[in-house]
């Protein structure tokens, strides 16, 4: 754990969040700015700073399988979604606490900006 880090924080349950998932080694929340009217994220509750850091295939699988469940769970698993992993400057990650951006629910546009 960080003691600086905002989702660590949400993990200890010191900043609230919308929960939709909860296991022992990840959990999924609603995304504070929405981009798409399904926009949840899936974190691992230990603190793991981007995809690049991941050093269990374990808890990678984890995460993979909470967000097929939560895409399942908010009814956009038939209609297609989007797990998307920004890593590091040039991939958009403003949050270094690895994170899976769960998004659905609208019809997503390809090449991504
Ligand atoms: P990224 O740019 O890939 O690092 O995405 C970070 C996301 O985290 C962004 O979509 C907004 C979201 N976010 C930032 N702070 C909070 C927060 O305090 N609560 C929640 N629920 N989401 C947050």
Not at 12 to 39: K, Q, S, W
Not at 47 to 60: I, K, Q, Y
Not at 93 to 110: C, D, I, S
Request: proline share 8%; charged share 15%.
């Amino acid at each position: 754990m960080a003691d600086n880090c905002i989702f660590c924080k949400i993990a200890r349950g010191e900043i609230p969040a919308t929960v939709v998932a909860d296991a022992p080694t990840c959990m999924a929340f609603r995304d504070l700015n929405p981009e798409a009217p399904v926009h949840v994220l899936v974190i691992p509750k230990a603190h793991v700073p981007s995809l690049n850091e991941v050093a269990s295939p374990a808890l990678f699988a984890d995460l993979m399988q909470m967000a097929r469940e939560v895409a399942k769970q908010e009814g956009i698993a038939a209609s297609g979604y989007r797990v998307v992993w920004n890593t590091n400057a040039d991939g958009g990650q403003t949050v270094f606490h690895l994170h899976a951006h769960v998004l659905g629910g609208r019809q997503m546009a390809w090449p991504p900006g």
